[in-house]
């Protein structure tokens, strides 16, 4: 007997994808929340982009709010990185040798990022965390982390309990597979909660604080006023390096990061997502006499085949810019009409809305959340609802309470009008 033909018969490309991709890719998918599951629908096939505007392979626009989770803060194929990936493209992809886009990128991190004198570049996000952790280990001669319940710092082993992002979407403690040797190093304390980090401080022999210093993957969870002072404070005196995970904030809610916003300065930094403009690019960097321990100058080893790929490197360095003192001001009045206006169209629909330049979140919670037990308190039935709503008035914003919506320069005033009338219209139809 000869079997139907099925997969021909579905509905639409994207469904007739899915139905494939759940065969060859778990999921779906090659990166966990792009599944949807978390808002209880099918993931949706992307054809292309064009500046804040995502097309869909069955032809439906959305106004895109997560721009591929933060790298995108010009929005999608802007000409001038295009420009500049082609250009380097046709000169070789990748040499496993230096070249000069490497070194004017790091003098163009250094020169915004105030803690920053030196980095090493990284092809993503986790593996700069993970080798910002060995050199914190080394230099301090201890074995201990601190890290904060709902933060995200890349799939490493031992920073994955209590983790943002991906886990809190899918309401995983931590993962199997994690070996107990990896975590036994991890302390882990409370975001905005200052006696609980300080007795962290008195009872561990702590290597590092590690901290997005405006965490951004249980949703956008800014610091408490004098927060991020307190962690510098208690670096210091513990004898503790502070990093901050600026992989989200940096190059975004400031020219030189949080830290420059803030003027806490960390011992060291890592950095990806708007780093590499689009392409993969990460970073970690801090002063001289700590990144030179790294091989070849000292001996924390460290390395990668597509480290500095020219291609990310061009991607970063043309992003980078663009990014001037105007583009922050546009990006900050984006998000700030974009928070005022949610708030608004929300009617009488409880939300708390947390935001900062370039970054937002609307929590589905009647009190504002200052931790990870306050976001993980949030009507995720009512956000995914209400995502789903947004998706099908072409809106899309990040499938999960526990991320932030990524505005971006290329986002403009008309834009967000009719952002605020497809999230008037979807609040009203949950409300
Ligand atoms: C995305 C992210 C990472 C991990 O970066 P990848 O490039 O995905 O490995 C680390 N830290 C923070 C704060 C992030 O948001």
Known sequence: MRRAVTVSLRDTRSEELYARAVRYLPGGVNSPVRAMRAIGRDPLFVERGKG?????????????????????????????????????????????????????????????????????????????????????????????????????????????????????????????????????????????????????????????????????????????????????????????????????SGFRVAPGGAQELTGVLPDLTVMGKVLGGGLPAAAFGGSRALMEQLAPVGDVYQAGTLSGNPLAVAAGLATLAQLDEQAYLRLHATTHALADGLRDAAGSVPVQIAWTTGLLTVFFADEPVRDYAAAQRCDVERYALWCRQLLARGVYPPPSQFEAWFPSLSHDAEHVERTLEVAAAAFAEIA
């Open 52 to 248: 804040p505007e995502l097309i869909d392979v069955d032809g439906n626009t959305y106004i895109d709010y997560v721009c591929s989770w933060g790298p995108l803060i010009l929005g999608h194929a802007h000409p001038v990185v295009l420009e500049a990936v082609v250009e380097a493209a046709a000169g070789g992809t990748t040499f496993g040798a230096p070249t000069a886009g490497e070194v004017h990128l790091a003098q163009e991190v250094s020169r915004r990022v105030p803690s920053v004198e030196m980095l090493r570049m990284t092809s993503s996000g986790t593996e700069a965390a993970m080798s910002a952790l060995r050199l914190a280990r080394a230099a301090t001669g201890r074995e201990k982390v601190l890290k904060f319940a709902g933060a995200y710092h890349g799939h490493v082993d031992g920073l994955l309990a209590q983790a943002g992002s991906g886990l809190a979407t899918a309401s995983l403690p931590s993962s199997p597979g994690v070996p107990a040797a990896a975590t036994a190093n991890t302390v882990i304390v409370p975001w905005n909660d200052v006696d609980a980090l300080v007795r962290a401080t008195e009872e561990h022999e702590l290597a590092a604080i590690i901290a997005e210093p405006y965490p951004a993957n249980m949703g956008l969870v800014p610091p408490c006023e004098g927060f991020l002072e307190l962690l510098r404070e208690r670096a210091s005196a513990s004898g503790a390096l502070l990093v901050f995970d600026e992989v989200i």
